[in-house]
């Protein structure tokens, strides 16, 4: 399986580590599962895991009360996470826009970022 570049995957794991305790207890979600999901590019369909990834966006302003992105707090956060842009944000942004609950929401477009990352270090 094809995985994230490291530093991208260290960098974002670096702004999760914030909140994965919280996020953990809130959500059930076993600590293997995201582990795998932060460093092994593993997406299971986990419904704890997807509200997981919704509570850390949560936390870190990613998404908003509404439950749309917050692009601008998505363009922020890029700046310190290598492999990142615009453009992935904006496609990602896009891909999800009509996903109305939040867990799948946070779930695809974390996938959606994760793919670009990949298909960008293969460049």
Do not use: H
């Amino acid at each position: 399986m094809a995985q994230v570049p490291e530093q991208s995957a260290k960098a974002w794991a670096n702004f999760v580590y914030r909140y994965q305790s919280e996020c953990i207890c809130a959500t059930g979600v076993n600590p293997v599962a995201v582990n795998k999901w932060l460093f092994n590019n593993e997406f299971p369909e986990d419904a704890c895991l997807k509200c997981f990834i919704a509570c850390i966006n949560k936390r870190l302003d990613l998404i908003n009360p509404d439950g749309s992105i917050n692009y601008e707090k998505n363009i922020q956060i890029i700046k310190y996470i290598p492999g990142t842009n615009p453009e992935i944000t904006n496609n990602c942004t896009r891909e999800t826009i009509n996903i109305t609950d939040v867990c799948e929401k946070s779930f695809k477009y974390s996938y959606c970022v994760q793919a670009a990352l990949i298909q960008g270090a293969k460049n």
